[in-house]
Nanobody, 126 residues
Framework: QVQLVESGGGLVQAGGSLRLSCESSGRTFDRNTMAWFRQAPAKEREFVAAHSASMVSTEYVDSVKGRFTISRDNAKKTVYLQMNSLKPEDTAVYFC???????????????????WGQGTQVTVSS
């Protein structure tokens, strides 16, 4: 029902910046909770950031606070992740996710999201 397409990944040096974009085909984008997760090789997919649909609320994993910013443009049905001061440990495939607010009790839990993008690779060199 909903398709998500990420873009903006790439290779950067430590300290650099990237902006990821995720465009949604969902007609009710403005009522979806949107989030970013990431997964490094041989590791579990982990929460990065989320933006509530109905509430002016955002959440971030501690390791990216102060460096990453999640935002959304409902007119463009797009969610963004601005990543500054990138570190080698940020290297991972980044996934966009969408969920239904009334089904989500905790925005940081990946199992609570219904739709996922294909992922975009972010590589940070030292």
């Amino acid at each position: 029902q909903v398709q998500l397409v990420e873009s903006g990944g790439g290779l950067v040096q430590a300290g650099g910046s990237l902006r990821l974009s995720c465009e949604s085909s969902g007609r009710t984008f403005d009522r979806n909770t949107m989030a970013w997760f990431r997964q490094a090789p041989a590791k579990e997919r982990e929460f990065v950031a989320a933006h509530s649909a109905s509430m002016v609320s955002t959440e971030y994993v501690d390791s990216v606070k102060g460096r990453f910013t999640i935002s959304r443009d409902n007119a463009k049905k797009t969610v963004y992740l601005q990543m500054n001061s990138l570190k080698p440990e940020d290297t991972a495939v980044y996934f966009c996710a969408a969920g239904v607010p009334w089904k989500i009790t905790t925005m940081t839990h990946k199992l609570e999201y219904d739709y996922w993008g294909q992922g975009t690779q972010v590589t940070v060199s030292s």
